[in-house]
Nanobody
Framework: QVQLVESGGGLVQAGESLRLSCVAS????????MGWFRQAPGRDRDLVAA????????QYVDSVKGRFTISRDNAKKTLYLQMNSLRPEDTAVYYC???????????????????WGQGTQVTVSS
């Protein structure tokens, strides 16, 4: 079972940057397609970005394209989300997640991800 721990959230002003990290407990991290989700108060938890277990393929929600970059370092068992040009509407709790099955494809569905971190708060002031 993969355990995930996020870090890197905080309070920033609009236009600034943050980098989120998610460290996995197990070397099998490299075999899992990973995603970053976010949930604002009163809203659903939605996919922000995902990266295939092979690492070459990524997917982003339209609202973050060109501003956010997802990446992974399998040697460090770490998933990253570089967030630039942050906006107040990016304010949310951000979660990293691993697909339930190894070798899975990218999915935008929350139910496809069986392992979750505890979340890290990102707040962007205007």
């Amino acid at each position: 079972q993969v355990q995930l721990v996020e870090s890197g959230g905080g309070l920033v002003q609009a236009g600034e940057s943050l980098r989120l990290s998610c460290v996995a407990s197990d070397d099998t991290f490299r075999l899992y397609t990973m995603g970053w989700f976010r949930q604002a108060p009163g809203r659903d938890r939605d996919l922000v970005a995902a990266i295939h277990w092979i690492g070459g393929s990524t997917q982003y929600v339209d609202s973050v394209k060109g501003r956010f970059t997802i990446s992974r370092d399998n040697a460090k068992k770490t998933l990253y989300l570089q967030m630039n040009s942050l906006r107040p509407e990016d304010t949310a709790v951000y979660y990293c997640a691993a697909r339930t099955e190894k070798f899975g494809d990218i999915s935008s569905s929350r139910v496809a991800y069986g392992y979750w971190g505890q979340g890290t708060q990102v707040t962007v002031s205007s």
